[in-house]
């Protein structure tokens, strides 16, 4: 029985482990392009692995899943985030958990990580090929691979390729399976304004950040940089509104609510101010959290005279001050990556698979997981966990069908 595996990364190593736990007399081979296994989990993290998440700060699973939340519920039924952290004990891997969620390996090592997998492949008996592309799977799953004279006929088939463009999918898949169209997330803003600029540094704890027009909007920290707005509250909007930046090619408004608080409350404060703290002048009394600068910058922003006190505003320069600290409009232009780090969206459609196995509705026996699939998370772990747990439901999947052989 050949079980042949596209893709030797988290998804595909960690379901080919568990295919061999569950049918130990089956052969699994795991064929890779690159020259080594796993390549792409040694740089996550920073080199430190953030392999999964609590999930204290997500209500719902569409916060941290923009696409695939459905697949990644079903996927978590097969293996939970808790028993992930457990199954990677299990393999000698204690993880410890930051105060925001986000888990990595004691060691602070991804290295840990990528020896573990290689280990538990060796020690089960996964055969591991690597500097070989699969360049088509066909419908009855032989496939074509670089590099072999033979066809390999499989009896079932994982693709975990990761993030491939869709050119590339349609190329290697049977045309019966359905593919939607790949563009990057996680990215930064490219920001022409030198007021901005100017701010490069500064760190706001609590922002929220929304695309003009588009409804998608996000929470947390925002970093000012040399280019223009980074950090997670950016990271999370780029995630969100993958889809409608790469249709305006990266061009866009950004509208910046530096206090991440509702125009009302802001008014309430303004006002406050006014009657309270009326003698001193604009530039000496400004909301907590914001720092000098900052506050500086938003006054300018909001066309006022930094002198003038806070008795003296009129209705029209209140307005102007509320409008620059809760709806601060910038022009985004373009993009740029957040250190080397990046996932696809887009890939196979959901719609193309039984969601309950992850095999394909058109090409029995050939089964997807990781992010091959249209299933991408923000950044704190999330796309490595739905790594795994599609992965391992993969292997469910898989071991069900050839048992019935
Ligand atoms: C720099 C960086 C840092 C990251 N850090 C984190 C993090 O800390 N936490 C987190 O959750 N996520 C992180 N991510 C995202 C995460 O790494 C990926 O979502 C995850 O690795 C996807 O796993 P995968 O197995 O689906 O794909 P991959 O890990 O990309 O593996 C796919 C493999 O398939 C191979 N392949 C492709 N096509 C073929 C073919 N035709 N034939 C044979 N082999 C093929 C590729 O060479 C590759 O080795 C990071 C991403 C990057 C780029």
Redo the contacts with the bound molecule.
Sequence with gaps: MQVAV?????????CAVEIRRRLPYAQVTV????PK?????A????G??????TFQDIKELEDAYPRGASVVKNAFKALSPEQTFQWWDNAGVPLTVQPDGCVFPESQD?MQIVRTLERLMRSSGVQLVCG????RIHQDLQLE?DGLDEPFQADAVLL?????KED?LRS?LPSSVAVTPTVPS?FTFKVPDSGLKALMGTVIPDARLELAGSGLSARGILLVTDWGLSGPATLKLSSYAAHVLAQSAYKGQVAVNWLDADPAQVREWTLEASSRQGRRQLSGYRPQGLSDRLWEHILKRAGADRSCKWAEIDKAQRARLEQALTNDLYPIDGRARF?????TCGGVSLDAINPRTLESKTVPGLFF????LDI??I?????????WST?YMAAVGISGKLSHM
Aim: net charge negative; aromatic share 6%; glycine share 20%.
């Design positions: 596209i893709g030797a990364g988290a998804a595909g190593c960690f064929f890779e392009a690159g296994a796993l390549a792409k989990v740089l996550t993290g920073g430190r692995c953030n392999l999964t998440n991804a070989h592309k699969v360049t691979i975990a390729a990761g993030g491939l590339a290697l996680l250190k080397e780090e990046f996932v997981s990781g992010e091959v991408d998370a950044t704190g772990g999330f796309n490595l966990q739905a790594a992965g």
